[in-house]
C-alpha cells in the first residue's frame, strides 16, 4: 500500500500557473506508476496525467495536453503536476493515486491508492 499527500492547491486567476505535488510513503514508490485526477463538483471522477515507474512515458488527457506536465522523482518519492494556463473549466479537487498496473492509465479502477485531494480554484 502507497500513502499519498497531496499539496499546492489553490486560487489562481486564469492563465495563471501551479504545481501541485504528491508525496508518497510506503510501498517502494519507484516500483509503481502514478496518475493524476481531478473532480469537479456534480461531475465524475476524470483522468489528467499519469507516469510510468520509470517516467520514461507521460500519458495526458486532451483537455490538458500542451498546458499540464506530468513529472516524478522517485528518489524524493514525489511526483508534480505542472499546471500552465490554467483555466476555469480546470477548477476540481485534483488527486494523485497509485498503480501497479502498466496499462489502461485512464480509469479509475487500475489505480490502487489514493491521496486525499487538493482544491484547485480558477477564476476568470
Known amino acids: 500500500q502507497v500513502q499519498l499527500v497531496e499539496s499546492g492547491g489553490g486560487l489562481v486567476q486564469a492563465g495563471g500557473s501551479l504545481r501541485l505535488s504528491c508525496a508518497a510513503s510506503?510501498?517502494?514508490?519507484?516500483?509503481?506508476?502514478m496518475g493524476w485526477f481531478r473532480q469537479a463538483p456534480g461531475k465524475e471522477r476524470e483522468f489528467v496525467a499519469a507516469?510510468?515507474?520509470?517516467?520514461?512515458?507521460?500519458y495526458y488527457a486532451d483537455s490538458v495536453k500542451g498546458r499540464f506536465t506530468i513529472s516524478r522523482v522517485n528518489a524524493k518519492n514525489t511526483v508534480y503536476l505542472q499546471m500552465n494556463g490554467l483555466k476555469p473549466e480546470d477548477t476540481a479537487v485534483y488527486y494523485c493515486?497509485?498503480?501497479?498496473?502498466?496499462?489502461?492509465?485512464?480509469?479509475?479502477?487500475?489505480?490502487?491508492?489514493w491521496g486525499q485531494g487538493t482544491q484547485v480554484t480558477v477564476s476568470s
Open positions: 493515486a497509485s498503480t501497479t498496473r502498466t496499462a489502461d492509465w485512464g480509469l479509475t479502477r487500475s489505480y490502487n491508492d
Open positions: 507516469i510510468r515507474w520509470s517516467g520514461t512515458s507521460t
Open positions: 510506503g510501498r517502494a514508490f519507484s516500483s509503481v506508476g
